[in-house]
């Protein structure tokens, strides 16, 4: 009953659409529904449990969500009426762009790869069967003209095991897509005997912008990241985006870019990937779909100019 009557003196009840509690996007969009409720007058905020990206644009499309998070190439898919659950376009606004998924290439010192290019005729992990990581790795070898199907001998497995069948012996490479640092990567690299490697593949956003629209961007897994690591990595990122309906009030769109930007720190104090969320990171070109009207307002205010 308190809770209840807690939330009837809200003027607006907001909904974060998020993920399973186990991944990124729950804590952070509770931390997200803490801030809003604590520095937007009249304004309570809820994050929900989902079964993430799809899901969460479903709930948009529905209204039955007022905030959600997604990766770019899914809301990109979605915006644009192409997702094999949306018979026609979602009406999406992009509020801000949250965090980095950094597409990392692994391999070890010994196995003498140095490029991209260098894949072929090896035995590369891609990601698990149908996960984002599968198909993104294959985006990246296609666009440094590798037939994955053909030019190397492809195996499907995720991080852990990845790098349980790299230290064995069993492949030579593997993909993976995460944030800064991977737990099984840096185990990785701290295992006695060998010397992990980050293969730069940023040169493969340009013809993936091309074939699959705006979706990535250039990044930098920077130096010392993983343990012996001695460079920074030019890398393939795409940014996790938190969207609305193109129909919330610009005034309310404000205010939550508002308060999301100027109080990340407490933010980033709940989730540590959420010291992404910085102002300067909404002018990286991170998201393929618009932004909102009232983001944009706070944007031109703080003097960043925003192409979308």
């Not at 209840?4 to 003196?9: D, F």
């Not at 991944?23 to 801030?35: F, K, T, V």
């Not at 629209?213 to 030019?234: H, M, N």
């Amino acid at each position: 009953m308190g809770t209840s009557s807690a939330w009837a003196q809200k003027a607006n009840h907001l909904s974060i659409a998020t993920g399973g509690t186990g991944g990124l996007y729950y804590p952070i969009g509770n931390g997200m529904a803490s801030l809003v409720s604590k520095y937007i007058p009249n304004v309570g905020a809820k994050a929900e449990v989902t079964g993430g990206s799809v899901d969460n644009l479903l709930l948009i499309n529905e209204k039955k969500a007022d905030l959600a998070f997604a990766i770019a190439d899914v809301a990109w898919e979605i915006y644009q009426g192409k997702g094999k659950r949306f018979k026609e376009r979602v009406p999406l606004k992009t509020i801000a762009v949250v965090y980095p998924v950094f597409i990392h290439l692994v391999t070890l010192e010994s196995k003498g790869v140095d490029a991209v290019t260098d894949l072929k005729g090896k035995r590369i992990a891609t990601g698990a069967p149908g996960s984002w990581t599968d198909t993104t790795s294959r985006r990246v070898l296609e666009a440094f003209q590798l037939n994955p199907e053909k030019d190397l001998t492809r195996i499907q497995l995720g991080p852990s095991d990845s790098s349980v069948a790299l230290k064995d012996n069993k492949i030579d490479a593997f993909f993976w897509g995460g944030g800064l640092p991977t737990g099984s990567l840096s185990e990785l690299a701290m295992s006695p005997g060998m010397k992990m490697r980050l293969i730069p593949n940023a040169d493969a956003v340009p013809p993936m912008r091309e074939k699959y629209g705006p979706i990535y961007v250039k990044g930098i897994i920077p130096a010392k990241t993983y343990f012996l690591q001695e460079t920074d990595a030019a890398v393939s990122v795409v940014w996790n985006l938190l969207v609305c309906h193109e129909s919330m009030r610009e005034d309310l769109a404000y205010q939550i870019t508002r308060t999301l930007i100027e109080h990340q720190p407490e933010l980033a104090a709940v989730q540590r990937e959420a010291r992404f969320l910085t102002l300067e990171a909404q002018a990286g070109g991170g998201s393929p779909v618009p932004y909102h009207p009232g983001a944009l307002r706070y944007f031109t205010e703080r003097g960043m100019r925003v192409g979308k």
